[in-house]
């Protein structure tokens, strides 16, 4: 059994502060590794993906991923209320393509 | 804007009604697409994987004659929940690998609501 493991939170950081998310996940063969932001009720939105160890800058947020370890992190620096959502860990076995297994998600709330 | 079209985004219907879930790629074709679902505060569950042209890849516990998925075309997939019943009740989230090494993008999602 493919598993993604998430703590279902709710994190809750002032805003300003960084907020580090965490997943682990239990197939080395894993590949591409995702991290999503969702809304209540909406659908997921892409915020990031990495595929090869170490880090992945874009913007405000940064993926780490310690294929070692099995771990995969993001980093929301700068954060804001507007970044209160459910972010959604997801891994596949190999490229794009192929299906994701979500974690259970971890709850993000940015306090003024 | 929006790279994958998911039409109704709302259903709410009785018992026993069949309910079809259109899935789109829009500007590029999807060989595959994957349809998800999601109960209240748990994760998204792969369901099944729709190939075009062929039949569909169904999820360890996911009834296939319940779900019928048809991908006729390299823009399209849908979704019929056969005969729904309350507990069929959930989020059905459709997504579609991007063009070239292009991460899946998601629908909007249909909220399916049976009384």
């Known amino acids: 059994q493919k598993e993604v493991e998430q703590n279902s939170g709710p994190l809750s950081v002032p805003e300003g502060a960084i907020a580090s998310l965490n997943c682990t996940y239990s197939d080395r063969g894993s590949q591409s590794f995702f991290w999503y932001r969702q809304y209540s009720g909406k659908s997921p939105e892409l915020i990031m993906f990495i595929y090869s160890n170490g880090d992945k800058e874009d913007g405000r947020f940064t993926a780490q991923l310690n294929k070692a370890s099995q771990y995969v992190s993001l980093l929301i620096r700068d954060s804001q209320p507007s970044d209160s959502a459910t972010y959604l860990c997801a891994v596949a076995f190999t490229g794009t393509a192929s299906k994701l297994t979500f974690g259970t998600g971890t709850r993000l709330q940015v306090t003024l | 804007g929006a790279v994958v079209s998911q039409h109704p985004s709302r259903v709410i219907c009785k018992s026993g009604t069949s309910v079809k879930i259109e899935c789109r790629s829009l500007d590029f074709q999807a060989t595959t697409m994957f349809w998800y679902r999601q109960f209240p505060k748990q994760s998204l569950m792969l369901m099944a994987t729709?190939?075009?042209?062929?039949?569909?890849?169904?999820e360890q516990g996911v009834e296939k004659d319940k779900f019928l998925i048809n991908h006729a075309s390299l823009t399209l997939s849908t979704l019929t929940v056969t005969s729904a019943h309350p507990e069929d009740s959930s989020f059905y989230i459709c997504s579609a690998p991007g063009q070239g090494n292009q991460p899946q993008h998601f629908g909007d999602g249909t909220r399916l609501s049976i009384l």
């Open positions: 729709s190939n075009e042209g062929s039949k569909a890849t169904y």
